[in-house]
């Protein structure tokens, strides 16, 4: 197996709905990283003070973005700006990824809303799918998105009421990388 160093994508749309959550956690092989450790950190519309919020509130986040062709929607608004804070993980070809449900609309992990489970879910039906893109000359703090990108994952319908994230409580989303993945 090779060692690879990729941007992942996880684009969470909903169909003819907007869905109120972001995914700030990394799951590699089914164990979570650190929130926005590995990925990039997204930034909310409203001019808000974070601090005025309970400590780990996210919701202000959540504001739709709208249209394909804006260019918040490659990583979530304001994204690269976190870019330089942001650690790039070290996967290997055919590993096991995914990413977790940060916030939904209720807000974030809290107990109150979320007793049965400790994290948000996805709130609406809808596809989850998960892309790559290679950085040009591998430079991932610099790559803007703005390259090819490729389809590794989908989570489409599973019948006519029913979506694979959708009803039933989900938090994460993951499949399997390619194991021929270039390094880098």
Not at 28 to 49: C, H, M, Q, R, S
Not at 100 to 129: E, I, K, L, M, T
């Amino acid at each position: 197996m090779r060692t690879s160093r990729v941007t992942l994508l996880g684009v969470l749309s909903a169909s003819g709905v907007l869905g109120h959550n972001i995914q700030g956690i990394l799951l590699v092989n089914g164990t979570e990283t650190p929130e926005w450790k590995y990925i990039l950190d997204v930034a909310t519309v409203f001019a808000v003070d974070p601090s005025t919020y309970p400590a780990g509130y996210q919701g202000y986040k959540l504001d739709p973005i709208i249209g394909s062709d804006n260019p918040n929607v490659t990583c979530g608004r304001a994204a690269f700006d976190s870019a330089p804070h942001t650690e790039t993980a070290d996967v290997l070809a055919g590993s096991e990824i995914g990413f977790r449900v940060s916030a939904d609309g209720y807000g974030n992990r809290d107990a109150f809303y979320h007793g049965f489970s400790p994290y948000p879910n996805f709130w609406h039906a809808g596809p989850g799918q998960i892309y790559l893109s290679r950085a040009p000359n591998d430079d991932l703090q610099s790559y803007k998105g703005d390259g090819d990108w490729f389809k590794i994952a989908y989570a489409g319908p599973v019948d006519n009421q029913h979506w694979s994230l959708w009803p039933d409580v989900s938090d994460a989303f993951s499949c399997r990388t390619i194991r021929s993945i270039w390094v880098g």
